[in-house]
């Protein structure tokens, strides 16, 4: 027995240490939200399409989170060379010492956004909101700070109406429809799979300027070692950003199965959102930084409580892993 036991026990040791290897070996990044959220769909064209091994990076898997902080540890504690994170939680962890740099502005604007009613509400306007229930997902959360710019946008003020929590965009569209809320912030691809039920009130690109969403980011020990990986993966997934634009109806086909959505959400869901804006600043941008509309995202954030103190952009953002003529745009 005591030979078996051993035998066994040396054979675990053999296979664990082979999964190791091959777990070194695997090239992953993080991406908040991939799978569920309208920002991490370039990265399902990329891998599909093998823009990621075309430009040098032999990417084998992207891991999802729910975003910010969970995006941020899963970043440092897998010891990977780059995430995709929202703007706020990228900024808080930096602030509280973590070791990241800025280097992508990837999501530019929060055009996945639309404030819906019930076909039947008596909202018609942004000023019908005053006393009214509006609803947001989560406490500091980027819809919240949305609901409270929108108030703005109709001169209001945040009290003028009851910021409602909800805890998600599905849960929303419940509470909508038994009328606990009486219009809610919903973002795609939730909003494409239920806009049937609804009447859009406004569209964030209708009402409000450029607001930077999420970013790529890496650590320094990467930055320090990696730059050749961290270049192929924005060269690759700026060429599945030039894709979507031209062949939209492929990439959300790309998209569905990548989403599991029905195709007629996932087409919905992009053609929404590489129109032109109003602003002209794309959604999907290639990588280039649009520093004011940082600016108002970090004011955004501040007015919930998310963040505080000021932003030093110099210290934060390393452009030097973005293709020569994205460098200077800013």
């Given at each position: 027995?005591g030979?078996?036991?051993?035998?066994s026990?040396?054979?675990?040791i053999?296979?664990?240490?082979?999964?190791?290897?091959a777990a070194?070996?695997?090239?992953?990044?993080?991406?908040?939200?991939?799978?569920?959220a309208a920002?991490?769909?370039?990265?399902?064209?990329?891998?599909?399409?093998?823009?990621?091994?075309?430009?040098?990076?032999?990417?084998?898997?992207?891991?999802?989170?729910?975003?910010?902080?969970?995006?941020?540890?899963?970043?440092?504690?897998?010891?990977?060379?780059?995430?995709?994170?929202?703007?706020?939680?990228?900024?808080a962890?930096?602030?509280?010492?973590?070791d990241?740099?800025?280097?992508?502005?990837?999501?530019?604007?929060?055009?996945?956004?639309?404030?819906?009613?019930?076909p039947?509400?008596?909202?018609?306007?942004l000023?019908?909101?005053?006393g009214k229930?509006?609803?947001?997902?989560?406490?500091?959360?980027?819809?919240?700070?949305?609901?409270?710019?929108l108030?703005?946008?109709?001169?209001?003020?945040?009290?003028?109406?009851?910021?409602?929590k909800?805890?998600?965009?599905?849960?929303?569209?419940?509470?909508?429809?038994?009328?606990?809320?009486?219009?809610?912030?919903?973002?795609?691809?939730?909003w494409s799979k239920?806009?049937?039920?609804?009447?859009?009130?406004?569209?964030?690109?209708?009402?409000l300027?450029?607001?930077?969403?999420?970013?790529?980011?890496?650590?320094?020990?990467?930055?320090?070692?990696r730059?050749d990986?961290?270049?192929?993966?924005?060269?690759?997934?700026r060429?599945?950003?030039?894709?979507?634009?031209?062949?939209?109806?492929?990439?959300?086909?790309?998209?569905?199965?990548?989403?599991?959505?029905?195709?007629?959400?996932?087409?919905?869901?992009?053609?929404?959102?590489?129109?032109?804006?109003?602003?002209?600043v794309?959604?999907?941008?290639?990588?280039?930084f649009?520093?004011q509309?940082m600016?108002?995202?970090?004011r955004?954030?501040?007015?919930?409580?998310?963040?505080?103190g000021?932003?030093?952009?110099?210290?934060?953002?390393?452009?030097?892993f973005?293709?020569?003529?994205?460098?200077?745009?800013?």
């Amino acid at each position: 027995m005591g030979i078996v036991k051993r035998g066994s026990w040396v054979a675990g040791i053999a296979l664990g240490a082979a999964l190791f290897a091959a777990a070194a070996q695997a090239e992953q990044i993080v991406v908040s939200n991939y799978g569920v959220a309208a920002n991490g769909m370039p990265y399902a064209i990329a891998m599909e399409k093998g823009f990621f091994k075309e430009a040098g990076a032999d990417i084998t898997g992207i891991l999802s989170s729910s975003g910010g902080g969970t995006t941020v540890r899963n970043l440092m504690t897998g010891n990977l060379a780059y995430g995709e994170i929202d703007l706020a939680g990228t900024v808080a962890a930096i602030q509280q010492g973590a070791d990241l740099k800025i280097i992508s502005e990837n999501v530019l604007t929060v055009a996945e956004f639309v404030w819906a009613v019930k076909p039947d509400s008596p909202i018609k306007t942004l000023q019908d909101l005053k006393g009214k229930k509006i609803g947001y997902t989560n406490p500091r959360s980027t819809s919240q700070a949305l609901d409270i710019l929108l108030l703005e946008q109709a001169g209001l003020k945040p009290d003028d109406a009851e910021l409602i929590k909800t805890g998600g965009f599905g849960e929303a569209v419940v509470a909508l429809n038994l009328g606990s809320i009486d219009a809610s912030a919903i973002a795609d691809p939730v909003w494409s799979k239920n806009k049937s039920q609804f009447r859009v009130l406004v569209t964030a690109n209708d009402v409000l300027p450029p607001l930077c969403n999420v970013i790529g980011v890496t650590t320094g020990a990467a930055a320090a070692s990696r730059g050749d990986f961290i270049r192929a993966i924005l060269r690759g997934r700026r060429k599945a950003v030039e894709f979507m634009y031209a062949q939209p109806d492929e990439a959300a086909a790309i998209v569905a199965k990548t989403y599991n959505l029905d195709l007629d959400v996932a087409k919905s869901a992009i053609h929404n959102l590489v129109a032109k804006s109003k602003s002209g600043v794309p959604y999907w941008g290639p990588g280039n930084f649009d520093i004011q509309g940082m600016d108002r995202m970090i004011r955004a954030q501040k007015l919930v409580g998310a963040l505080s103190g000021d932003v030093d952009w110099s210290k934060l953002i390393d452009k030097s892993f973005l293709p020569d003529d994205l460098k200077g745009q800013n």
